[in-house]
């Protein structure tokens, strides 16, 4: 065998590698977006079709729940006066228990819920699945599985990624204390607001999605909510933490909450 | 190997060069479909749970 035909697959070889990792370069940093954006959009858009199929009769809750007052166990969360609803009028039979804690149970890698955070931007609305596994994660926000319902009392954790797969949590560092987090799971408005600027752990601190994280202040029992995606940005030696506590809920059928317009 | 797939390939020049063109392409799709889809979770800034592991 000839050098020259020696030197000539090995050059081959190298173009080839340096062409794959060109490849994946690409992949990483563009196609997975692409991917994700589109699995995002398609599903908050087939979530919303699905509930304005839900005759308003048979909502969970709407239009005669009471909403805030519902939650006799709950004393801590503080009650927004804009928030408090009018005397329910008893034309449908009010639901016993709070829809929330009452659905079905999540499917696992099935979206269930849109997230709106307006300090990422007007238009920044992504759908929250069941899981955290890296299957689930390309195609919008997790719910870590075993952590409480939307909306009920515990603490509701979601992951997201922070650059690639559509980087939904790009802007996580510029969260602050008093930021609305919004979710609705069709029939009602959850408004939490974040108490603390993005905390920094390491991957092992399991408590921070805790039912009552002891680092995030909040003193006893309540409705919250953890957000955590990866540090540094293109890293995962650490994680950054935010939790929120919910500050206002409503029926789908008292319009938006007051969050996406302040 | 590149001069030893053209030479096996079927046909005058510009079949070979469509065929060749397939060929890139798939190789390209089951790239983006299988091979990176496995590779990309061992890389770094797919963690963003907090897991104990």
Redesign the interface.
């Known amino acids: 065998m000839s050098v020259r035909l020696i030197v000539?697959?090995l050059s081959?070889?190298c173009v080839t590698i340096g062409a794959?990792i060109v490849?994946?370069a690409a992949?990483?940093l563009f196609?997975?977006g692409v991917v994700a954006e589109d699995a995002a959009d398609g599903a908050v858009v087939r979530l919303r079709q699905e509930w304005a199929r839900l005759p308003a009769a048979t909502r969970p809750g709407a239009p005669a729940a009471p909403s805030v007052p519902a939650a006799p166990s709950v004393p801590s969360v503080p009650s927004v006066p804009s928030a408090v609803p009018p005397p329910p009028v008893p034309s449908v039979p009010a639901v016993p228990d709070h829809p929330p804690r009452t659905g079905k149970p999540y499917e696992s890698g099935r979206p269930f819920a849109i997230m709106y955070i307006p300090r990422f931007g007007a238009d920044w609305a992504w759908p929250v699945l069941e899981g955290?596994d890296?299957g689930t994660?390309r195609k919008g926000l997790?719910h870590?599985a075993g952590t409480a319902r939307l909306g009920a009392t515990g603490n509701f954790s979601v992951?997201?990624?922070?650059?690639?797969h559509g980087d939904p949590?790009r802007d996580f560092p510029r969260l602050r204390p008093g930021d609305a987090v919004v979710l609705g799971d069709g029939t009602t408005w959850f408004t939490y607001r974040i108490r603390n600027e993005p905390y920094r752990?390491v991957?092992?601190?399991?408590g921070?999605?805790d039912a009552v994280p002891v680092k995030s202040g909040f003193g006893g029992p309540g409705r919250y909510l953890t957000l955590?995606?990866?540090d540094p940005?293109?890293?995962?030696?650490h994680?950054l933490?935010v939790w929120a506590r919910l500050d206002a809920e409503q029926p789908v059928t008292r319009g938006e909450p007051a969050a996406f317009h302040s | 190997m590149y001069g030893w797939i053209w030479r096996h390939l079927p046909g005058n020049a510009w079949v070979r060069a469509l065929i060749a063109l397939v060929l890139a392409l798939a190789v390209v799709y089951g790239l983006f479909q299988y091979v990176f889809p496995w590779a990309e979770p061992l890389l770094p800034f797919n963690d963003v749970t907090v897991d104990g592991q």
């Open positions: 000539r697959i081959e070889i794959v490849l994946f992949y990483t196609w997975t955290t890296p994660l997790g870590y992951a997201g990624h922070r650059r690639t949590f752990t991957p092992g601190d399991v921070v999605v955590t995606t990866c940005e293109w890293g995962s030696s994680r933490v």
